[in-house]
């Protein structure tokens, strides 16, 4: 039983930018530590699309269309992870979501969703 709390979403200009926020909580065990944790993302009318991962070392990925604006971090301390977003642009415009993953290729670990946190870039 772990929950996800997504915060941070908001409405930002082309060309913005914002930072969101994940904090893990529940019986995660050392999960949060081993797992890399990933932001997913859906916007309407679209299937969720994983976006970015951070592992438990520091290691990052991106999906193509957000490599060199988003940057993905952690903190193990308080159980939380972060996506920077820069150069935000309208086909940004989602829900943004997070979950933990074990592989780049592979599917999110848990079944329960947070509640995610809206992101809308508009002029």
């Known amino acids: 039983q772990v929950q996800f709390v997504e915060s941070g979403g908001g409405l930002v200009k082309p060309g913005g930018s914002l930072t969101l926020s994940c904090e893990v909580s529940?019986?995660?065990?050392?999960?949060?530590?081993?797992?890399?944790i990933a932001w997913y993302r859906q916007a309407p009318g679209k299937q969720r699309e994983l976006v970015a991962a951070?592992?438990?070392?520091?290691?990052?990925n991106y999906v193509d269309s957000v490599r060199g604006r988003f940057t993905i971090s952690r903190d193990n301390a308080k159980n939380t992870a972060y996506l920077k977003m820069v150069s935000l642009k309208p086909e940004d415009t989602a829900v943004y979501y997070c979950n933990a993953i074990r592989s780049w290729d592979g599917s999110p670990v848990y079944d329960s969703w947070g509640q995610g946190t809206q992101v809308t870039v508009s002029s």
């Open positions: 951070v592992s438990g070392g520091g290691n990052t």
């Open positions: 529940g019986n995660t065990g050392n999960a949060f530590i081993v797992n890399a």
